[in-house]
């Protein structure tokens, strides 16, 4: 039988997410031996001409991770768009934006004056700034535009599944194996597959929940946290609520919250509006009837980064995913 | 501005603000007509989704009316819509938005006069903040529509 063809594109990434895919230790050789790869920059020497040289549909399935951010980026995601039978959205930073996705928060100005002119150690008088098409000795040099937004891969091409994780745990990423096995018989998963749990994290969470009321928000390192207990009853923000499971609780496992890297559950659109609720619904709960107006809002101020920590992995995907500047 | 005439999306519970706008309406009270109405089981029942929803998709302004603490048909829902505006408005002050667009406030249903008071100096507020700025850009509805597609595909089909 015919080997499938896999490519794995990058956008704006940590590569973390090709660590993950090696990160499946000897399964790796199972994945090797079901599929030839064509494309994967990060781990072997591939050129970008290699991919530009496939013909329409004949890649199999590919997967692109990271945020796009870059005209690069963008071509690059189109490319994998037409090359491929089959597209996944591979990680947070693809099915939903991600880290780099809080690049919303600011400007491409705001960026370039950063670091091209206000860091002290930086001297600048002239602000030069990277620009797309130089000449230069009577060369044209070029550049890969910076836009003004960071965003995910179903916001500038078809998307057919998603696996996300940051990074996607090595569990998930093996359930790829069988379904690249049932890809071999030309039958395809549905569209808009998401490889996880369809519950919160909360269904998979093995801590204890007795008294869904707190008075107060902790940060993780002022705490000892008890170890049977749920983590938000104890006053510490945990993203649970919101977030899809499948990854196994491993940051609970480990006593940390949840950071919602899995993304909203399936029939949520906006993972920040639900932890609002799940917020709302516990903290300061007790002796509302006595609270003030000014009390709710120093319980709220608690919260000291609410996009930071209720949009971590999901900014560019959100009802309203962009900074308003007004310059 | 002169001839900004603002949108305004309003949420109301049916027990206290939407009887209340009732009563508005059958006592003949003139206020102006720029807020469209939505009428809530109990205002602690409005997601936070559908305020954000409301901005990002161009409205100026989303009222909130609910019943006097203590007085909510559901024991407490008007204590929980209270915790929700609280964290909507800093999580709108740190996206550049300004905090005063979306207003909660307490009409009972025999408040009549009172409703038709909260929502003029609302409008007034809203008019003097100018348009929302997220409204028109055609780039949003682009993605708008690139995030129901996401988020259809996004259900188990």
């Not at chain 1, 997967?63 to 090359?83: N, V």
């Not at chain 1, 491409?108 to 670091?115: L, W």
């Not at chain 1, 993304?263 to 917020?279: L, R």
């Not at chain 1, 992995?313 to 310059?327: E, Q, Y």
């Given at each position: 039988m015919r080997k499938l063809k896999l490519a794995i594109g990058l956008g704006s990434t940590c590569a973390g997410c090709d660590i993950a895919i090696l990160d499946l230790n000897e399964k790796i050789l199972d994945l090797a031996a079901a599929v030839e790869i064509v494309f994967?920059?990060?781990?072997?020497?591939?050129?970008?001409?290699?991919?530009?040289?496939?013909?329409?549909?004949?890649?199999?399935?590919?997967?692109?991770?990271?945020?796009?951010?870059?005209?690069?980026?963008?071509?690059?995601?189109?490319?994998?768009?037409?090359?491929?039978?089959?597209?996944?959205?591979?990680?947070?930073?693809?099915?939903?934006?991600?880290?780099?996705?809080?690049?919303?928060?600011?400007?491409?100005?705001?960026?370039?004056?950063?670091?091209?002119?206000?860091?002290?150690?930086?001297?600048?008088?002239?602000?030069?700034?990277?620009?797309?098409?130089?000449?230069?000795?009577?060369?044209?040099?070029?550049?890969?535009?910076?836009?003004?937004?960071?965003?995910?891969?179903?916001?500038?091409?078809?998307?057919?599944?998603?696996?996300?994780?940051?990074?996607?745990?090595?569990?998930?990423?093996?359930?790829?194996?069988?379904?690249?096995?049932?890809?071999?018989?030309?039958?395809?998963?549905?569209?808009?597959?998401?490889?996880?749990?369809?519950?919160?994290?909360?269904?998979?969470?093995?801590?204890?929940?007795?008294?869904?009321?707190?008075?107060?928000?902790?940060?993780?390192?002022?705490?000892?946290?008890?170890?049977?207990?749920?983590?938000?009853?104890?006053?510490?923000?945990?993203?649970?609520?919101?977030?899809?499971?499948?990854?196994?609780?491993?940051?609970?496992?480990?006593?940390?919250?949840?950071?919602?890297?899995?993304?909203?559950?399936?029939?949520?659109?906006?993972?920040?509006?639900?932890?609002?609720?799940?917020?709302?619904?516990?903290?300061?709960?007790?002796?509302?009837?006595?609270?003030?107006?000014?009390?709710?809002?120093?319980?709220?101020?608690?919260?000291?980064?609410?996009?930071?920590?209720?949009?971590?992995?999901?900014?560019?995907?959100?009802?309203?995913?962009?900074?308003?500047?007004?310059? | 501005m002169e001839d900004f005439d603002p949108r305004i999306i309003g949420f109301c519970c049916n027990w206290c603000a939407y009887a209340g706008a009732d009563l508005a309406g059958i006592s003949r009270i003139q206020y102006p007509p720029n807020l469209r109405m939505i009428r809530v089981m109990c205002s602690g029942a409005i997601d936070p989704e559908h305020i954000l929803n409301a901005l990002s998709m161009g409205a100026d302004g989303v009222f909130i009316g609910g019943c006097h603490p203590g007085d909510c048909h559901y024991m407490a829902g008007n204590y929980k819509i209270r915790r929700k505006v609280a964290l909507i408005k800093r999580l709108l002050s740190q996206m550049g938005l300004e905090p005063q667009r979306v207003r909660l406030e307490w009409v009972s249903a025999a408040e009549g006069q009172r409703f038709a008071q909260v929502v003029t100096d609302f409008i007034e507020e809203v008019k003097e903040l100018g348009p929302n700025p997220l409204k028109g850009k055609g780039v949003r509805r682009e993605e708008t529509k690139a995030r129901n597609r996401a988020r259809l595909h996004m259900r188990r089909v």
């Open positions: 994967w920059p990060t781990a072997m020497d591939f050129k970008l001409k290699e991919l530009e040289e496939f013909g329409e549909g004949e890649i199999d399935l590919g997967l692109y991770h990271g945020t796009i951010r870059t005209s690069a980026q963008e071509h690059i995601a189109h490319l994998l768009r037409e090359k491929s039978k089959a597209l996944m959205a591979f990680g947070s930073c693809a099915c939903f934006g991600g880290i780099p996705g809080l690049c919303n928060l600011t400007s491409k100005e705001a960026i370039f004056e950063t670091v091209y002119r206000d860091t002290p150690s930086t001297v600048n008088p002239d602000f030069t700034v990277p620009k797309t098409e130089v000449k230069e000795g009577g060369y044209l040099l070029t550049l890969p535009e910076l836009y003004q937004e960071g965003k995910a891969l179903p916001q500038v091409v078809d998307v057919d599944y998603y696996l996300p994780g940051c990074p996607p745990v090595v569990e998930l990423i093996e359930k790829l194996l069988p379904i690249i096995e049932l890809m071999k018989t030309g039958e395809l998963p549905p569209k808009g597959t998401v490889i996880a749990s369809d519950k919160t994290l909360c269904e998979e969470c093995p801590l204890t929940r007795e008294n869904k009321m707190i008075s107060q928000i902790v940060r993780p390192h002022q705490v000892i946290p008890d170890p049977q207990r749920c983590l938000l009853e104890q006053g510490i923000l945990c993203m649970g609520p919101a977030t899809r499971g499948g990854c196994g609780a491993r940051c609970i496992k480990a006593l940390m919250p949840c950071r919602g890297c899995m993304g909203p559950t399936a029939e949520v659109e906006d993972q920040g509006a639900k932890m609002i609720s799940a917020i709302a619904s516990i903290l300061g709960v007790e002796d509302e009837k006595k609270l003030s107006e000014e009390d709710v809002e120093k319980l709220m101020n608690q919260i000291k980064d609410p996009v930071g920590t209720f949009y971590r992995f999901t900014l560019p995907m959100a009802l309203i995913n962009k900074r308003v500047i007004k310059r | -």
